[in-house]
């Protein structure tokens, strides 16, 4: 898929799920129920033990899903995610390395930063969106607002406490999308045998992105 139509729809969905599980059946058990409340967008962590066959396996199994990488640490890895058909590539931190072998094979690339050195230093080496990471420990929502006032041209997803409670805000401070942990896949639920309520959970952020956008294109 095209670099330009992943960042797209990476924006319009508004929404990257950052899936953590347990095994591979379990990460595909809340992919697919993500996936029910019509988030088309998910990020598979390195951390899931089997990471590499459940992109592999969504990437066959899920074609709707847009499947991308996360915790990605090095350019090694990332390659290796691209191989196995990862459209995005994320990382908790900055690795330069890691955005040239993204650019190389044209695959969007979405480091994590924090100051705003690192924010501008992601940006310069060609970061396609900087992952701003972790938010909440920073502020949450008007710590992102306080980065975006002197670097509007620098799309942002921030990731670490986001919350149905804090979404609207995060999207008004001038986020690109949100990234979103545990309050969404929330390997909890399906333990009990409960994929109704991540499912659910999905379609209430979906909802909150809808009325942002509805909002803005009626002001």
Same mark, same amino acid.
């Given at each position: 898929?095209?670099?330009?139509?992943?960042?797209?729809?990476?924006?319009?969905?508004?929404?990257?799920?950052?899936?953590?599980?347990?095994?591979?059946?379990?990460?595909?058990?809340?992919?697919?129920?993500?996936?029910?409340?019509?988030?088309?967008?998910?990020?598979?962590?390195?951390?899931?033990?089997?990471?590499?066959?459940?992109?592999?396996?969504?990437?066959?199994?899920?074609?709707?899903?847009?499947?991308?990488?996360?915790?990605?640490?090095?350019?090694?890895?990332?390659?290796?995610?691209?191989?196995?058909?990862?459209?995005?590539?994320?990382?908790?931190?900055?690795?330069?390395?890691?955005?040239?072998?993204?650019?190389?094979?044209?695959?969007?690339?979405?480091?994590?930063?924090?100051?705003?050195? &690192? !924010? $501008? +230093?992601?940006?310069?080496?060609?970061?396609?969106?900087?992952?701003?990471?972790?938010? =909440? @420990?920073?502020?949450? %929502?008007?710590?992102?607002?306080?980065?975006?006032?002197?670097?509007?041209?620098?799309?942002?997803?921030?990731?670490?406490?986001?919350?149905?409670?804090?979404?609207?805000?995060?999207?008004?401070?001038?986020?690109?999308?949100?990234?979103?942990?545990?309050?969404?896949?929330?390997?909890?639920?399906?333990?009990?045998?409960?994929? &109704? !309520? $991540? +499912?659910?959970?999905?379609?209430?952020?979906?909802?909150?992105?809808?009325?942002?956008? =509805? @909002?803005?294109?009626? %002001?």
């Amino acid at each position: 898929m095209d670099k330009a139509v992943v960042l797209n729809c990476l924006q319009e969905t508004g929404l990257v799920p950052v899936l953590r599980a347990e095994s591979v059946e379990k990460a595909m058990a809340l992919a697919v129920a993500v996936a029910a409340g019509g988030v088309n967008v998910l990020e598979v962590t390195m951390t899931v033990p089997g990471a590499m066959e459940v992109i592999r396996r969504l990437v066959k199994e899920q074609p709707e899903i847009l499947v991308g990488a996360g915790t990605v640490l090095d350019a090694e890895t990332a390659r290796i995610c691209m191989l196995e058909g990862a459209q995005f590539v994320v990382s908790p931190a900055l690795n330069l390395k890691t955005i040239e072998m993204c650019h190389r094979y044209s695959v969007a690339v979405l480091p994590g930063a924090l100051t705003p050195t &690192e !924010v $501008v +230093t992601a940006w310069e080496a060609g970061a396609d969106v900087v992952k701003v990471f972790p938010a =909440g @420990a920073m502020g949450g %929502a008007k710590y992102l607002a306080s980065l975006k006032g002197p670097l509007p041209q620098v799309k942002m997803i921030p990731t670490g406490g986001v919350s149905l409670a804090s979404a609207a805000e995060f999207l008004r401070a001038g986020a690109f999308a949100l990234g979103v942990g545990s309050d969404l896949v929330d390997a909890k639920a399906m333990a009990a045998g409960k994929p &109704e !309520v $991540v +499912t659910e959970t999905a379609r209430k952020y979906m909802q909150i992105v809808r009325e942002f956008r =509805g @909002a803005g294109a009626a %002001a």
